[in-house]
Nanobody, 116 residues
Framework: VQLQASGGGLVQAGDSLRLSCAASGLTFRNYGMAWFRQAPGKEREFVASISSSGNNLKYRDSVKGRFTISRDNAKNMVYLKMDSLKPEDTAIYYC??????????WGQGTQVTVSS
């Protein structure tokens, strides 16, 4: 299984970014997917998840209303649209598979830096 995140960059507070995660080596439509992030000196934290069908979405409180997770099962892709970015959103963002309550198959992350 390979997960490759992309789309990060350096932006200003208030800007938007869309992260993408390309999945291969698995039956993508069978897996829930999630985004996590890790800021310097902090533990990795959950950001958002989406069920295999795309009907069940979950977000951490601090990103609700600003971030939107979505997926395209035909393309084996999961996305994270991030609006109204804040400096505290600065982190490396990772995508992962979700099977039940287990997250795994961590891919390479993509750096998001938000300047004030």
């Amino acid at each position: 299984v390979q997960l490759q995140a992309s789309g990060g960059g350096l932006v200003q507070a208030g800007d938007s970014l869309r992260l993408s995660c390309a999945a291969s080596g698995l039956t993508f439509r069978n897996y829930g997917m999630a985004w996590f992030r890790q800021a310097p000196g902090k533990e990795r934290e959950f950001v958002a998840s989406i069920s295999s069908s795309g009907n069940n979405l979950k977000y951490r409180d601090s990103v609700k209303g600003r971030f939107t997770i979505s997926r395209d099962n035909a393309k084996n892709m999961v996305y994270l649209k991030m609006d109204s970015l804040k400096p505290e959103d600065t982190a490396i963002y990772y995508c992962a598979t979700k099977w039940g309550n287990t997250f795994g198959n961590w891919g390479q992350g993509t750096q998001v830096t938000v300047s004030s």
